[in-house]
């Protein structure tokens, strides 16, 4: 079988499966040889951020001399970046080789009358294989939906768990409120795991402490205060802990978001957990200037940034940054049909001052429809709402009119990995 031929059929596996339970997952890994068990891992659920606090700890621990895998989703461009393993893709030939042995294992799935994996089981199933087969110590799994249903939550025996910032999102499989999302978060807590979870509201934090002491773990809040930011540069910035066991470091990161700075605090104390004094603070400095996390205020050409805000929580994270940056700026925006569009659209037209607002509609079947989006900016703002129905369109006409402004491409994944594509294609 070809990498293209692989490629195909996991992406069309949505064709013909539903969700599973948590026991089909554990006789998926089972028949593989749960891979998983010879791992370290550390997991990883949230709302926003936890991408970006996964590829932080993978830095660090590689920083730190150790072997690692780092599962993360959606892609953006190419499934290969869902598996990592010591920084690097998994190559077309690994990913093929790993389809072929995931792929015979399915069919005696099937054989026995299991359930065929789903399209998220199967690729988790892959990279658990992988990571084993490459030596890996530590894994770094980030969630792909809430946590207690995920896939990714048959790992029994996890060394850390990790809780990045919550808020509202896929509220028709997580829940309505705060608390509900934040138990279906707080559900990767296990038995005496240590947790460490940012500090976010007290509803969420409320949950996530009374998971920990029903179950026995320990856990620590990651307080918003525990940290300063001191400087903002043209790309970077840099902070503090107000912690001693830093002893004073400065850290710097490839990003102007602040939020970021709060990311790779949770990923600091996860190392600070895992390794204490062993820790090789200096290293994980260095690692952590160079980390670049795709899709997350990230510039793909110069001072046009794509960034994978799709949810209100994200969107006044996005703002915040925004609004700190001089200069005059465009918006280029699309979003899909099952997100709480008009509130992005309500917070980025009252939060942020900007020239002109450029909607497009992205070409998938779950795309809002670009006449209601730019209703919707119209109704909340006075600045020109221009329509590009066509995605390439709208991107000849941000980088035709750019005109000295920044621009920000923004409100769906789907709309980032389009864009990434396409500069990709133009290398």
């Not at 001399?65 to 998994?90: M, Y």
């Not at 809430?146 to 028709?172: F, K, W, Y």
């Not at 957990?273 to 990230?298: K, P, T």
């Not at 607002?357 to 109704?379: H, S």
């Amino acid at each position: 079988m070809t990498y293209q031929q692989a490629v195909e059929y996991i992406l069309d596996i949505p064709r013909f499966t539903v969700k599973n339970d948590l026991g089909n997952t554990r006789a998926f890994l089972e028949l593989i040889g749960n891979p998983q068990q010879r791992l370290k891992v550390i997991h990883v659920a949230g709302t926003n951020g936890k991408g970006s606090v996964c590829a932080y700890v993978d830095a660090m621990l590689r920083a730190q001399g150790k072997r690692t895998g780092l599962f993360t989703s959606p892609h953006l461009v190419k499934i290969n970046e869902r598996i990592v393993i010591d920084g690097q893709q998994i190559s077309d030939a690994e990913f093929t080789e790993t389809f072929e042995e995931v792929k015979e294992k399915v069919g005696e799935m099937e054989r026995k009358g299991l359930s065929h994996p789903t399209f998220f089981e199967f690729i988790f199933g892959m990279a658990m294989a992988a990571f084993a087969k490459a030596g890996v110590e530590y894994a770094v799994l980030e969630t792909g939906l809430g946590g207690r249903l995920d896939a990714t939550n048959v790992v029994e025996h996890p060394v850390c768990c990790v809780i990045t910032s919550i808020g509202r999102d896929h509220m028709q499989w997580l829940g309505n409120t705060i608390e509900e999302i934040a138990a279906e978060k707080s559900g990767i807590i296990k038995a005496h795991v240590p947790v460490i979870y940012m500090e976010n509201r007290e509803e969420s934090d409320r949950v996530i402490e009374k998971k920990a002491s029903d179950v026995g773990a320990p856990c620590k809040k990651t307080e918003k205060t525990a940290f300063e930011i001191l400087t903002t540069y043209e790309k970077h910035i840099a902070f503090s802990c107000v912690n001693q066991y830093y002893e004073g470091t400065t850290w710097r990161l490839c990003s102007t978001a602040p939020y970021q700075a709060e990311n790779a605090l949770l990923a600091l104390e996860v190392m600070r957990l895992l390794f204490g004094q062993e820790g090789r603070i200096s290293d994980w400095q260095r690692a952590l200037e160079h980390v670049v996390w795709q899709g997350r205020m990230e510039e793909i050409r110069p001072g046009i940034y794509v960034d994978g805000a799709h949810n209100i929580s994200a969107i006044e994270r996005f703002a915040e940054t925004v609004s700190a940056h001089s200069g005059r700026k465009m918006i280029l925006f699309s979003a899909v049909a099952d997100k709480e569009y008009e509130e992005m659209i309500a917070r980025l037209c009252t939060l942020t001052d900007v020239d002109c607002f450029v909607v497009t509609q992205i070409a998938e079947k779950r795309a809002a429809d670009i006449q209601v989006l730019a209703q919707i900016f119209r109704r909340y703002t006075d600045k020109p709402v221009i329509e590009k129905p066509v995605p390439g369109d709208a991107w000849d006409y941000v980088t035709a009119n750019q005109d000295g402004r920044t621009v920000y491409c923004l409100g769906s994944l789907y709309l980032v990995g389009m864009l990434k594509r396409w500069i990709q294609e133009d290398m």
